[in-house]
C-alpha cells in the first residue's frame, strides 16, 4: 500500500516515529502510541530488528484513507503503515453475535463478565493491536512468508509474551474471548487443516476465528514452554529457510528443529476430517531432534 498523506489526520509529536490521528481522537491516539513505543522496544530486544513505521488512529470517516483493511476497526499492518481505530467498531458487536447461537451459559456469562452487556470487544482488539505489530517485524524482515498458519502462531506469541511481562491486565480480554473456540462447532467448519488457513480467511471470519483462536491458544503453551528464545528461534527459523531455491510447506521435521514443541502442536492441531476436506498434516518426523 502506498503512503498517501490524509489531510485530515493530524500529526501528534513527542514519538520516535509518525503518528497521525483523525480530529478528536488525538488523546486516544498518545494512549495507542505509547503502547506502540512500549512494544516496539521489547519485541525489537527480542529479535533483534528494527523496524520504521507510521501509526495511523482513524476514526470510522478517515479509515478507508489509511488502511485496505475493509472491516472498520480491526488492526492493520501492511508495508510500514499501521492502522488502528480510536475507540469501539460495529464489526465487534456483529462478530460476538455470530457466535451467540453456538456458546454455552458458562462462556456467554464469562464473555458478560469482561466486555460487559451490551458487549464491547474493544480490550480485545487493543491486543489485536499489539498482534499485528508484530507483523512489522515480519514483512520487513523476512524475504518471503511461510504459511499463514505459522507467521500468526508467531505474531500470537509476540502478543502473548508482550502482554504477560509488560501489561498483564490485557490477558483477561484475549482469554475470555479465546475460549470461545471451544464452543465453535469445528465439523461445521469448511477449512480445518493448518495449511488451508489462507483459504479459510477467504471463507469469513467466523472460520478464520477458529484457527486463530487455536492458535492463540497454542502461542500460550509455547510461550510458557520456551519464551523469549523460542519466540526468537522461530523468527530467525523463517528468515533462514528464505535462502532455500523452494522453501514449500512448513513442515513437521522442520518445526522439531526449531523446538520439539512446535512439532506436537502440529500433531495435536484439531483438524479432524471436516466439509472441506481434512485429516492433519501429513507427516511421519524424527523421534529426536536434529540439531
Known amino acids: 500500500m502506498a503512503r498517501t498523506e490524509v489531510r485530515r489526520l493530524t500529526p501528534i509529536s513527542g514519538f520516535p516515529f509518525p503518528v497521525r490521528a483523525s480530529s478528536g481522537t488525538e488523546a486516544r491516539a498518545e494512549e495507542l502510541a505509547a503502547r506502540t513505543e512500549r512494544v516496539l522496544a521489547w519485541t525489537t530486544d527480542a529479535l533483534h530488528f528494527v523496524p520504521t513505521l507510521r501509526l495511523n488512529v482513524a476514526d470510522a470517516e478517515d479509515w478507508s484513507g489509511i488502511t485496505d483493511m475493509p472491516l472498520y476497526g480491526m488492526p492493520r499492518t501492511v508495508d510500514g503503515e499501521v492502522a488502528v481505530a480510536p475507540g469501539d467498531a460495529p464489526f465487534f458487536a456483529e462478530q460476538l453475535a455470530s457466535y451467540e447461537p453456538h456458546i454455552s451459559t458458562a462462556t456467554r456469562a464469562n464473555l458478560r463478565e469482561e466486555f460487559g452487556e451490551p458487549g464491547s470487544l474493544l480490550p480485545y482488539y487493543e491486543a489485536i493491536h499489539v498482534h499485528e505489530l508484530m507483523h512489522l517485524y515480519h514483512q520487513q524482515d523476512w524475504a518471503s512468508y511461510?504459511?499463514?498458519?505459522?507467521?500468526?502462531?508467531?505474531?500470537?506469541?509476540?502478543?502473548?509474551?508482550?502482554?504477560?511481562?509488560?501489561?498483564?491486565?490485557?490477558?483477561?480480554?484475549?482469554?475470555?474471548?479465546?475460549?470461545?473456540?471451544?464452543?465453535?462447532?469445528?465439523?461445521?467448519?469448511?477449512?480445518?487443516?493448518?495449511?488451508?488457513?489462507?483459504?479459510?480467511?477467504?471463507?469469513?471470519?467466523?472460520?478464520?476465528?477458529?484457527?486463530?483462536?487455536?492458535?492463540?491458544?497454542?502461542?500460550?503453551?509455547?510461550?510458557?514452554?520456551?519464551?523469549?528464545?523460542?519466540?526468537?528461534?522461530?523468527?530467525?527459523?523463517?528468515?533462514?529457510?528464505?535462502?532455500?531455491?523452494?522453501?514449500?510447506?512448513?513442515?513437521?521435521?522442520?518445526?522439531?528443529?526449531?523446538?520439539?514443541?512446535?512439532a506436537q502442536m502440529m500433531d495435536e492441531w484439531p483438524s479432524g476430517v471436516g466439509p472441506g476436506g481434512g485429516g492433519p498434516v501429513p507427516s511421519e518426523g524424527p523421534t529426536e531432534p536434529t540439531d
Open 146 to 262: 511461510p504459511d499463514l498458519w505459522l507467521v500468526e502462531l508467531h505474531a500470537n506469541m509476540g502478543m502473548i509474551g508482550y502482554l504477560s511481562e509488560m501489561e498483564p491486565d490485557m490477558l483477561p480480554a484475549v482469554h475470555a474471548l479465546t475460549s470461545v473456540v471451544y464452543d465453535m462447532p469445528a465439523e461445521s467448519m469448511w477449512f480445518r487443516r493448518l495449511p488451508d488457513m489462507e483459504q479459510a480467511l477467504e471463507n469469513g471470519l467466523f472460520n478464520f476465528a477458529w484457527y486463530f483462536f487455536h492458535l492463540t491458544l497454542a502461542a500460550e503453551e509455547l510461550w510458557e514452554t520456551g519464551g523469549t528464545p523460542l519466540f526468537r528461534r522461530l523468527y530467525e527459523y523463517v528468515r533462514a529457510r528464505q535462502h532455500a531455491a523452494e522453501p514449500g510447506p512448513v513442515t513437521r521435521d522442520e518445526m522439531w528443529a526449531v523446538h520439539p514443541a512446535l
